[in-house]
C-alpha cells in the first residue's frame, strides 16, 4: 500500500511538470504578448465560451475596450 501511495505521487509530479512544460512552451506564441513600440496595446483577441456568461462578457469587455481603444475582441 505505502509503494502504490508512492508511485501515485511520482505520477502526479510527473505529470504536473509535463503539464507546466507544455504550457511554458506555448507561451510565446500570443500576438500580443509583445507590446508595440509607441508603448500601447494593440491586436485582436479572439474567444469562444458558453451563452451563460456571454452576458457579462460583453460588460468586460466594453469596460476594457473603453480604455484600451487599440484592442479588439471577438467574443
Known sequence: ???SCRANRVFLIVAFLGL?????CNSGSNSL??????GGNSGTLIGAGSTFVYPVMMRWIAG???????????Y
Open 1 to 3: 500500500m505505502r509503494n
Open 20 to 24: 507546466l512544460g507544455a504550457v511554458a
Open 33 to 38: 504578448s509583445k507590446a508595440p513600440q509607441g
Open 64 to 74: 476594457f475596450q473603453s480604455s484600451h481603444p487599440g484592442v479588439q475582441i471577438n
